[in-house]
Nanobody
């Protein structure tokens, strides 16, 4: 069964940090590049980071280096470390393959940045 399950969201104050996790089915993890996306209220879902099968990372440059994507191969899990969070980072965060597969969207995890 193909699954990508996000976790780790929550509420944090501006300037704070969060680490999101996405547990990925092994069949998907070993076959595709993976990434993080987010959907801010009223906006389309947006790509924000990729980690390729070879471990090369790429993060949306408008995030100013605040976000880092990584993975644990043994755990079939990818992570998104988010630092110096801003209110505009408030969104539902999702993981998926890159490019995304519409059949793989999960529930996402809500991140709220507010004082």
């Amino acid at each position: 069964q193909v699954q990508l399950v996000e976790s780790g969201g929550g509420m944090v104050r501006p300037g704070g940090s969060l680490t999101l996790s996405c547990r990925v089915s092994r069949s998907i993890f070993s076959a595709y590049g993976l990434g993080w996306y987010r959907q801010q209220s009223g906006n389309h879902r947006q790509w924000i980071a990729t980690i390729t099968q070879g471990g090369i990372t790429n993060v949306l440059n408008t995030l100013g280096g605040r976000f880092t994507i990584s993975r644990d191969i043994a755990e079939s899990t990818i992570y998104l470390q988010m630092d110096n969070l801003k209110p505009e980072d408030t969104a539902v965060y999702y993981c998926n393959t890159v490019p995304y597969n519409p059949n793989y969207w999960g529930q996402g995890t809500q991140v709220t940045v507010s004082s």
